[in-house]
């Protein structure tokens, strides 16, 4: 009895556990309007910082962002702005999926990059990102959060 007990617990754990970590992204569904919004969002950040716009991401960026990198600890507004990457080129791999929340937007995609921070290249193959965009009371979009899951060469 036991052992058909742990068998019917095994069968249903496997099959609880089988669309974990699966994507519910389908490659023929139309990009919803959180996607497009998630899409024109996370081009800003890339365009703001491929040109070195100091003055919109000032204005874009939250009092509360900070940036994720996979190298150590948090930046925040003023030193990622203060220290801007030199990102020379950028192309998003795939679709920009965007899931809005009660005034919050994250955006999860992936992005090839030629990178250089604080004056290490990194990796130039296909990286994940997260950014994270929180609506004012203006109803203006500003980055909250953004993680670049990219490594140094």
């Not at 036991?2 to 069968?11: D, F, H, N, P, S």
């Not at 150590?72 to 020379?88: C, D, E, H, M, Q």
């Amino acid at each position: 009895m036991k052992t058909g007990l742990a068998a019917v617990a095994a069968t249903a754990l496997t099959l609880a556990f089988t669309g974990c970590g699966g994507s519910d992204w389908s490659s023929t569904a139309a990009p919803s309007a959180n996607d497009a919004l998630a899409t024109k969002l996370s081009t800003r950040i890339f365009q703001d910082v491929q040109n070195t716009n100091r003055a919109d991401l000032e204005q874009f960026f939250s009092p509360s962002f900070q940036l994720q990198r996979t190298t150590g600890g948090a930046v925040s507004k003023a030193s990622f702005i203060a220290n801007l990457p030199n990102l020379r080129s950028y192309k998003f791999i795939g679709p920009i999926l965007g899931v809005e929340y009660n005034g919050t937007l994250t955006a999860t995609y992936t992005a090839q990059t030629d990178l250089m921070v604080d004056g290490k290249q990194y990796q130039s193959a296909p990286n994940a990102f997260l950014s994270v965009f929180a609506k004012s009371s203006d109803g203006q979009w500003h980055v909250i959060g953004h993680g670049n899951f990219n490594q140094p060469k």
